[in-house]
């Protein structure tokens, strides 16, 4: 059973806790055998200014009884949760079967994703009864409020929340509705999660994207002014746009690793030649079936991994006689495989998905 805990310490609002305090916290933690502390700051008005610094510790790998028991309780004023990660891109995930209204809204969820302040994540994922004859729905809040079409990771993380609610062994695959249309995970044999993530939308104006088509009715090594540098990019959407660049104009290689990322990315995802703001990926080529990728979120800023950027990647990389269409795609989380199909023009993306802790938060 898991093993749970909770302590209450008064602090000023303006302290901090000191070295000393941390190891305390530490040791209560490690004396009840847990393997992940969350803390979680509320405001105690009987305090008078004053805050009351609850910590709840939860046991990373419940035995099994444990984790039903956890994610059954229907206690009112609380959320509960288990935290996912899909090579470091990182999500909250709730419960939200019974009901097609989230359980919490927007202004909430930018809450909680708070890194300091709330649970920190990069989005609350919903899991929600299907939709027009699917077996589920997801809905994502990203980190910032705002509401994207579908997430790669996120999905492969979903599919594994899935199979503990509905306590699923061994190799199993369900349809789930998303923004960006149906979506067909598949739980493998060795735990990792396999995505048919549908076919790849190519039409510039529906990506979507302003930049003109020059190949067919793609935006294909089309030019992107930003900042002042001219930058050679594709434009993909996975049921999220994409821009994909593998470097400036008439750069050989980019090394991906010098690009700074905090202040180009804003400028690629605002540009006005994506009116519904874009996700930017950043690509350097090993090889014909190994390539490297950073990328900057549409509504998330840096991430460690993005599935439907990778898949947008081996797209693009295809389409400039880059790579072929079975790559391993490096994320700063870890790697991908990406097919795109021929034969039915499908994409295919295989990845992890781990959990990280179970946790509560009062609404």
Not at 210 to 219: C, D, R
């Amino acid at each position: 059973m898991a093993a749970t805990t909770t302590s209450s310490i008064s602090i000023s609002s303006s302290s901090s806790l000191n070295s000393s305090s941390r190891r305390c916290l530490s040791s209560l933690v490690q004396s009840q055998h847990c393997s992940f502390l969350r803390n979680n700051l509320t405001l105690n008005k009987s305090c008078k200014g004053r805050r009351s610094f609850q910590v709840v510790a939860v046991s990373m790998a419940p035995e099994t009884q444990g984790r039903a028991s956890f994610l059954d309780r229907k206690e009112s004023g609380f959320l509960h949760f288990v935290k996912y990660h899909g090579l470091g891109n990182d999500f909250i995930l709730v419960d939200n079967r019974h009901s097609t209204e989230p359980k919490v809204n927007p202004e909430q969820a930018v809450k909680l994703c708070d890194r300091n302040f709330g649970v920190g994540a990069d989005g609350v994922i919903f899991a929600m009864p299907g939709t027009n004859g699917t077996d589920y729905t997801m809905r994502i809040f990203n980190s910032d409020g705002s509401e994207p079409e579908m997430c790669g990771n996120g999905v492969r993380c979903f599919a594994r929340f899935i199979a503990e609610l509905e306590n699923l062994q061994g190799k199993h695959s369900f349809t789930v509705h998303t923004g960006a249309g149906l979506i067909v995970p598949e739980i493998q044999d060795d735990g990792k999660v396999k995505v048919d993530m549908g076919e790849p939308v190519l039409r510039a104006a529906d990506v979507p994207t302003k930049l003109p088509a020059n190949k067919e009715s793609s935006a294909v090594k089309s030019d992107l002014v930003v900042n002042g540098e001219t930058w050679s990019v594709t434009c993909v959407s996975m049921g999220n746009p994409h821009c994909v660049t593998f470097g400036r104009k008439g750069e050989q290689n980019l090394v991906v690793d010098q690009i700074q990322l905090a202040d180009i990315g804003p400028k690629f995802e605002h540009h006005d030649v994506f009116p519904a703001r874009t996700n930017t990926e950043f690509v350097q080529v090993f090889s014909r079936s190994h390539l490297k990728m950073r990328v900057w979120e549409r509504g998330a800023g840096a991430t460690l991994a993005c599935g439907t950027g990778a898949c947008a990647v081996v797209v693009a990389a295809v389409l400039e006689d880059r790579s072929e269409r079975n790559c391993t795609v490096d994320l700063p989380g870890g790697p991908l495989e990406i097919e795109w199909r021929e034969e039915d023009n499908r994409i295919y993306m295989t990845g992890p998905a781990e959990v990280v802790f179970y946790g509560s938060v009062p609404l």
